[in-house]
């Protein structure tokens, strides 16, 4: 009987090795159903009670979950199991912001001795909905992304939530989903704080009638655009809906399109006006000027990323400095903190980055031309 105690023990631990090996393989991945207890019967030849146990052990140690009626699954990837690669997912890639941000990235994560697995959405859902299930896939150590469309509904928050769910690290940089703030680490800039110091330049310098144009699909024109109000709010200047405009996010020229006659009628109106970034000033500059209209002797202009370039003479934009390089090394810190420390390694939530604010020349001062006394400059008018 002693013999065969120890044969029942060995093949125990037989079955319990092999399907440890295999879910460190990948042969087995995390959600899967193991094979039925009858194939592990016949593949060891033994009783279903030694099956039973070794899986009964399996359980208890949070590796597998049994479902009545269905059978038993993997529960938890083995810590050896992850691929040494990070996920890192933008909106875009080759111009404007990108190219130095992902070069902080890379030099952060290549100190590291990770790689990337990388993905460009170019603000489409469905493209954002197939990296994550790549990423699920290939069982990365994290996920450093940039979100899409981040103001709206998504569809996809119920993979982040799996991703979340296998203890896969995730930061956000530059925006974050607002179902998420509260359980991943977000670092971005302070959109609201510097946009609200851009928009009570302009009022120091005697305009009231500012007009804005923010994108509506993304969290950093909705905290950009909560700047502008707060400006304004603050100074006492009536919120004017119809000088303000929002946009959508872009691909092959949309945000060119969607700049039109109605609004820059209503701009014409206006003494300045607040851009969601220095691109959007760029478009927007280009049609004024087609229109006649100078920055800054017929309408000031304020951005957002120092990354304005003129065609006409040369004029420096008011805006905010992007620290994109910095922006990109710090988020990857982050993610490299959780990844070495555990996700509780770092807590949810904001994580602003230092920026300046740029006081520059397409902001023209009129106090000097408005009437004296207590309602100088009201109107804004030039």
Known sequence: MATSHKQ???????????????????VFKYGTKLPSENFICKKFSISRQTVRNAID?????????????????VAKMLGDVRNRAIGVLTTFFHDYIFPSMLQGIEETFTAENYGISFGITYNKLEAERRFLERMLESNVSGLLLEGTKTSLPNPNIGLYQEIIRRDIPIVFMNNYYRELVDICPCVLLDDTGCVKRLTQHLIENGHRKIAGVFKFD????????????AALMEAG???????????????????????GYP?????????????YNDELAGILYHYLYEQGMRVPKDISMVGFDDSFSSPHGGLELATVRHPKKALGAKAAGVLMDMVKNGKDAVPPGEQLMK?????RGSVRSIVAESRPGKDAGKEGLL
Request: proline share 1%.
């Open 8 to 26: 029942g023990d060995f093949k125990f631990v037989a079955v319990r090795k092999w399907i440890m090996e295999s879910i460190e393989n990948n």
């Open 57 to 73: 052990g399996l359980e208890k140690d949070g590796i597998v979950t049994r479902r009545h009626g269905s059978g038993t699954y």
């Open 218 to 229: 993304d969290i950093q024109g909705v905290r950009r655009y909560s700047g502008y109000l």
């Open 237 to 259: 200047i009536p919120v004017d809906e119809d000088i303000i405009h929002w946009v959508a996010a872009y691909t092959d020229g949309g945000l060119a399109r969607s700049i």
């Open 263 to 275: 609004l820059l009628d209503s701009i014409k109106g206006c003494s300045a006006v607040v851009c």
């Open 355 to 359: 920026s300046d604010v740029l006081l």
